[in-house]
């Protein structure tokens, strides 16, 4: 079993969440439907993506000596933003069937126990988080952010639980500037709150 610190390419790049074969007709500009369509769409990416990707990065918005770090404070969603309660169940409901999946599947030895290490799944979680805030938001990273949470094992550690929780912040405050409640953001966006304040219990952050 791959240590917390194997940084390998095979460990880190090796498939963490079980998913059905691509179909045929597959249309990746179409807005996943379920929550195995969202992996479909995950895994479409993945195919796609180059294998060495650079950015250029300012780092001096990343970190900038002396200052202060400003505590990140909930945002209000705007009238019509928020999922409704049922909504959210259904979020939910599709989210706790896809973990119990990949329990199952584990379970009967048919994925690896621990796919990705616990410190790899920290490790992305906040480059992920660092991207979030220097390049905004996008569907496909809302991707990525609905396979990590699947990944995550309950009760989080102190440094997962921040890491969600920050990621989540950020995804309130980027609702909230949305100039309209018909924006393809906004049902991405609205599943990342959800299931970090719902189903991992940060309820402060959840919507009403």
């Known amino acids: 079993m791959a240590s917390d610190s194997d940084s390998s390419d095979d460990t880190l790049m090796s498939q963490a969440l079980p998913t059905t074969k691509i179909p045929d007709n597959f249309d990746p500009s179409f807005p996943p439907a379920s929550a195995e369509e969202y992996l479909q769409h995950v895994v479409w990416e993945a195919r796609n993506c180059q294998e060495v990707v650079t950015v250029n990065v300012d780092r001096q918005k990343l970190k900038k000596p002396g200052n202060i770090i400003k505590k990140l404070v909930k945002a209000t969603a705007p009238q019509g933003y928020a999922p409704s309660s049922e909504t959210q169940q259904e979020l939910l409901a599709a989210f706790s ?112």
Request: with cysteine.
């Open 97 to 208: 069937k896809l973990r119990s999946q990949i329990t199952n599947l584990r379970t009967s030895k048919q994925i690896p126990p621990s796919p990705v290490p616990l410190r790899g799944l920290q490790n992305l979680l906040e480059w992920h988080a660092q991207w979030l805030e220097v390049l905004g938001f996008s569907e496909a990273q809302g991707r990525w952010f609905y396979a990590l949470l699947a990944c995550l094992e309950k009760p989080l550690t102190p440094e997962s639980c921040s890491q969600i929780r920050d990621i989540a912040s950020m995804c309130v405050q980027i609702r909230s500037s949305l100039t309209s409640s018909d924006h393809p953001h906004l049902p991405h966006l609205n599943v990342i709150i959800c299931i970090v304040a719902r189903y991992f219990n940060q309820e402060d952050l959840a919507d009403g």
